[in-house]
C-alpha cells in the first residue's frame, strides 16, 4: 500500500509533463489537425497541413499555420474569421491528431496483416486553389500549381467587356493587397496558394447638367460626361454667335464666379462639375469705320478696342500699287480731314494712327475693285425713297 502512495505523485508528473509537451508542440507539414469552430459548423473538420505549411479552411482560403502552437493556430483563425467578417465571434480550437509530429508507439504489424485495433478514417483534404472574382465570365475557383501566373488565371476566367484589367487587385493569404496592371507583362505576377485575384468593372462616365448662357445659338441646359470641358459645353449650346465676346468667358460655380476665360487664345479651357453656369458675354454695340479708295476691299468695318490704322488698313486688303499711301486722309467726325503719309508709318518713321468710332479712311486713287455690301445697300434703300416719294 505504501509503494502505492509513492506511484501516484509519479504519475501525476508524467501526466503533466505530456501535457506541457502537447501545449508546445509545434504544428509541421503534413500533421492533420482537428479544428473545431463552435460557432461555425462547415469549419469544424480535420485537415492536412500542406508541404508549404498550409491548411485550406472553407471561408478563408489557405491558412500558414506552420511552426505554431495548438493555440497559436487556434488564435490566428479565430482573429482571421473576425478580421474578414465572416464571424462576429469565432471560438476555435486547434488539436494534431496525426501526420509527422506523431509521437506514440504502435506495435508494428507485419506486412500483408491488419491491426484489429486501428480503426482508419479517411479525411478528406481539399485541394489548393486560388479564388477569382469580379468582372468575369467565369468566376471560381482555380486549382493552385506551382508556378501558376496570372494571365493563366485570367485566361481561364473570360474578363468581360466592362472589366478594367489595369486595376487587378491580388490579395494574399495574410491579407496584403497588390494592385496590377494585367495588361502590362510586368503585371503577370506567380500566384500563391489561397490568393484572391478581384477584377473591377470599368468606372463609367457618370452625365452632369450644366447652364450656358449669354453669347451661344442656344442657350440653356446641356448634357455633358464624365471630364465634361467648356469648350465642349458651348459646342453642345452651338456654338458662339457672331456677337459673342470670346475673350470674356464666365463660369460661376455654386453662385459665385469661379474664373474668366479667354478662348480667343488657343488651349483654353476648364473642366466642369454639376450645375455649373458658364456665361458667355457678348458685344453690348458694334461701332464701324468706312475706308474708301485705292484699297482691294473698301467698305465698312468693325472697331476693335486699340485699332490703328495699319490693322484697318490690312483689314481692308492693303492699298492698291497706284494708291496714294502718302496721302491717306483720316476724317473723325465733323473735323477736316487728316493727310497721313502711311508709308512713313510703314518704314517706322511716325508712330501709328488710332481709329476711333466712324472714323472715315480714304486713300487718293484708282478705287478698288469690291464694293462694301453696306455701300450698296445703303444706296438701294435712298434709291426706293425717293422713288416712293
Not at 477569382?132 to 468566376?139: D, I, N, P, R, S
Not at 474578363?159 to 494592385?179: M, Q, R
Not at 456665361?279 to 474708301?292: K, L
Not at 481692308?316 to 476724317?331: C, E, W
Amino acid at each position: 500500500m505504501r509503494k502505492l502512495f509513492c506511484l501516484i505523485p509519479l504519475l501525476l508528473f508524467v501526466a503533466c509533463l505530456g501535457i506541457a509537451q502537447d501545449a508546445t508542440r509545434k504544428i509541421a507539414p503534413l500533421d492533420k489537425l482537428k479544428v473545431t469552430c463552435a460557432e461555425e459548423s462547415l469549419i469544424t473538420k480535420t485537415y492536412k497541413v500542406s508541404k508549404d505549411g498550409m491548411i485550406l479552411v472553407d471561408f478563408l482560403g489557405a491558412v500558414d499555420v506552420q511552426g505554431l502552437t495548438e493555440k497559436e493556430a487556434a488564435d490566428k483563425l479565430s482573429q482571421k474569421l473576425v478580421a474578414d467578417r465572416i464571424l462576429r465571434n469565432a471560438t476555435v480550437t486547434v488539436a494534431v491528431v496525426g501526420g509527422s509530429s506523431d509521437t506514440g508507439t504502435t506495435k508494428p504489424v507485419e506486412q500483408g496483416t491488419t491491426d484489429p485495433t486501428k480503426t482508419t478514417q479517411p479525411t478528406e483534404t481539399k485541394p489548393l486553389v486560388v479564388h477569382v472574382t469580379g468582372a468575369l465570365g467565369h468566376a471560381g475557383d482555380t486549382e493552385f500549381k506551382d508556378g501558376l501566373k496570372l494571365s493563366d488565371v485570367l485566361k481561364g476566367a473570360s474578363p468581360t467587356s466592362d472589366a478594367d484589367l489595369a486595376k487587378v487587385k491580388v490579395t494574399s493569404a495574410d491579407g496584403t493587397v497588390t494592385e496590377v496592371d494585367a495588361r502590362d507583362p510586368a503585371g503577370d505576377v506567380t500566384l500563391k496558394a489561397g490568393d484572391t485575384v478581384s477584377v473591377p468593372e470599368l468606372v463609367k462616365p457618370q452625365p452632369f447638367e450644366v447652364t450656358v448662357l449669354g453669347g451661344v445659338k442656344k442657350p440653356g441646359a446641356v448634357t455633358l460626361l464624365g471630364q465634361g470641358t467648356v469648350a465642349q459645353a458651348i459646342e453642345q449650346a452651338g456654338g458662339f454667335t457672331p456677337l459673342a465676346a470670346k475673350k470674356r468667358v464666365r463660369v460661376e460655380r455654386d453662385g459665385q464666379e469661379l474664373q474668366t476665360l479667354d478662348f480667343s487664345a488657343p488651349g483654353t479651357d476648364l473642366v466642369l462639375r454639376a450645375n455649373d453656369r458658364v456665361m458667355v458675354d457678348v458685344v453690348e454695340q458694334r461701332s464701324f469705320v468706312e475706308v474708301q479708295g485705292a484699297v482691294r476691299n473698301p467698305g465698312f468695318f468693325v472697331v476693335e478696342d486699340g485699332m490703328k490704322l495699319s490693322q484697318l488698313i490690312a483689314a481692308a486688303g492693303g492699298i492698291l500699287p497706284k494708291g496714294r499711301a502718302d496721302r491717306v486722309q483720316v476724317t473723325s467726325g465733323t473735323e477736316k480731314p487728316r493727310e497721313v503719309n502711311f508709308m512713313d508709318i510703314e518704314q517706322g518713321f511716325m508712330g501709328d494712327v488710332p481709329i476711333r468710332p466712324g472714323d472715315k479712311v480714304v486713300v487718293p486713287g484708282p478705287k478698288g475693285p469690291n464694293v462694301a455690301p453696306f455701300r450698296v445697300a445703303g444706296g438701294f434703300a435712298a434709291f426706293m425713297l425717293l422713288f416712293n416719294r
